[in-house]
């Protein structure tokens, strides 16, 4: 039976619980044993797939689409799924299935429909025992589908929100039913009060005291502060939250999160974890350990910057799009280079047009980000037109690739009023509209074009040349696509369709033939690229966008 490990969080939100995972992950993965991950998320949506990114941060989506049946006969397809499996795929280098999310909507939905359909007779339902064996289950279940030796299972919101208590308390049951088999780590944040010039505990102290109550008693506490952890702090969170003074980690600010496997490794967690859980393989795999330092030299060591521009919807909270800020700093690092993104507010040109030039004469390349609805969106494609005009490198991703050929259509064909009929449905023009088996669908949940499917590259295109492959298998989010019937009449006008369905159906690039590197993409090559593989289309974005630098120079 696979071990477990348990991470919750305390004091906050945001304090990177999901990189402590996949950290803790990599550290039993360097030592040669088989580990996957499970993210609960108490909020009681389905999926995360109808959240907004400004609210909940980027929706992730999977290489597969799972059929998820709560009761028989009762189907939702999920492919869209918590922002953290993106870190998990990224250090682990794995896919991860979309089972493993479970959300307190999936847990529900499960539990009343089996009660509808009788399978409670005579029973009065309640959170203990039916919804917390129910949680339990889909535990097992994915430790049945993967066979992990270790399984990493990560606890959305922080400790004391009501709607995570379930998930606690089905954890507490797992740890008494399997004395020996589980560890629980605990991340919380240490402030430093400038008025006195110290780390404080009493956070931590409340947080560790709120889970103890709930019959929980952490095993480590990772301390996420600025700076380490001073040796006092370390003595007194020991002392206060009784755990050994070895299983206090400090969690500070570093320059690149894939160090901090190596920085738990240092401060001894790896192995603390794998004496707590009676594993036998307390030091790393050499080989393993020196990749990974390897990976992160890369990032720390670089010898310019290549500065990209993120015009979007989204950029008041940067986890929006954290992805593809990774996917950048990937193709960046392979370069020698370090990606300072600069992240643009589209709706402000919309008000001030004259901010166009002022901000993206000053980058390096454009790269115009995905989205849904009308907010922001003419500032996006005045943006997509200046790159056009100036010639600046330009990556449009999903939305962004449309709205490039809107920018297209209007300022290059000369079809006023071309739009996206999400945006304008009454458009003169719709260069951009549903995808034919869209325009029935009523249910706005798990119902996109979703998760990987297969990508025909033109030859002799700039696309074609990134990956060096005639197919690719690509993951993809997306209701509307650009239509064929005017990609053909841009054609005269210097506009290239890259790549499309293997069916020739749906068009699934674009680029520009006469300009240094402009293309468009209806899928997310971003969530494939993991730092030591950067995704294709971004490291020849990248690439295009620093020589951009050196020409202007």
């Known amino acids: 039976m696979a071990k477990l490990v348990f991470v919750t969080g305390g004091v906050l939100s945001g304090i990177g619980k999901g990189v402590v995972a996949a950290s803790i992950g990599k550290l039993f993965q360097m030592r040669g044993y088989r580990v996957d991950m499970i993210k609960m998320d108490p909020y009681l949506n389905v999926d995360p797939g109808t959240l907004n990114p400004i609210e909940h941060g980027e929706v992730f989506v999977c290489e597969e689409a799972w059929r998820f049946e709560p009761v028989d006969g009762f189907q939702l397809t999920i492919a869209e799924i918590d922002q953290d499996f993106g870190t998990y795929e990224r250090f682990l280098d794995v896919n991860m299935h979309p089972s493993n999310n479970i959300t307190s909507g999936q847990v529900y939905l499960s539990v ?51 709607e995570a208590m379930p998930f606690l308390e089905a954890i507490r049951q797992i740890r008494l039913e399997r004395p020996g088999d589980t560890a629980l780590v605990h991340v919380t944040l240490v402030p430093y009060l400038e008025t006195v010039g110290q780390q404080k505990t009493k956070p931590t102290q409340h947080s560790v005291k709120m889970l103890q109550s709930m019959g929980l008693q952490p095993d480590v ?135 166009l030039d002022e901000e993206l004469s000053r980058v390096d390349g454009v790269l115009l980000t995905p989205g849904f609805g009308s907010r922001g969106v003419e500032g996006m494609i005045m943006a997509a037109a200046y790159a056009i005009e100036h010639d600046v490198p330009f990556l449009g991703i999903c939305f962004g690739a449309q709205l490039l050929f809107v920018a297209f259509a209007r300022h290059v064909m000369r079809l006023k009023g071309a739009n996206t009929t999400e945006v304008d449905p009454h458009t003169p023009h719709p260069v951009v509209d549903l995808l034919p088996e869209q325009k029935a669908v009523k249910n706005k949940g798990g119902t996109m074009r979703l998760a990987a499917h297969p990508v025909k590259l033109v030859k002799g295109t700039k696309l074609h040349g990134a990956y060096g492959l005639d197919l690719v298998y690509e993951r993809f989010r997306h209701r509307y696509h650009i239509m064929w019937s005017y990609a053909e009449k841009a054609r005269n006008y210097g506009l290239v369709v890259s790549a499309t369905d293997p069916s020739g159906r749906i068009i699934n690039g674009i680029e520009l033939a006469d300009k240094r590197w402009i293309v468009g993409v209806q899928f997310h090559p971003e969530f494939k690229s993991r730092p030591n593989r950067p995704s294709p289309p971004y490291l020849a974005f990248v690439r295009a966008a620093y020589e951009y630098k050196r020409k202007r120079s």
């Not at 049945?144 to 030796?149: I, T």
């Not at 700076?227 to 050994?244: M, Q």
Request: glycine residues 6%; aromatic residues 8%; charged residues 30%.
């Open 112 to 162: 009343i429909l089996r009660e509808r359909k009788g399978d409670f007779l005579g029973r009065t339902i309640q959170v203990i025992p039916h919804v917390t064996d129910e949680i339990k289950r889909r535990i097992w279940a994915v430790v049945e589908r993967s066979r992990p030796d270790v399984l990493v299972v990560e606890v959305g919101g922080t400790v004391g929100d009501i």
């Open 221 to 355: 506490i990772v301390g996420r502060a600025k700076d380490f952890l001073a040796e006092d702090v370390r003595r007194k969170i020991s002392l206060y939250c009784n755990v050994p003074l070895e299983a206090v980690i400090s969690d500070p600010d570093l320059d690149t999160v894939y160090e901090l496997p190596l920085l738990f490794e240092e401060q001894g967690l790896g192995a603390y974890l794998v004496r707590k859980l009676g594993l036998d393989k307390v030091r790393p795999v050499e080989e393993r350990l020196r990749e990974w330092y390897k990976v992160v030299r890369m990032f720390k060591e670089y010898r310019d910057v290549v500065r990209i521009a993120m015009p979007g919807k989204y950029t008041m909270i940067y986890d929006s799009y954290i992805s593809i800020n990774e996917a950048l700093r990937h193709a960046a690092a392979h370069l020698g280079l370090k990606a300072e993104i600069v992240f643009l507010d589209s709706s402000r040109y919309e008000e001030d047009p004259g901010l």
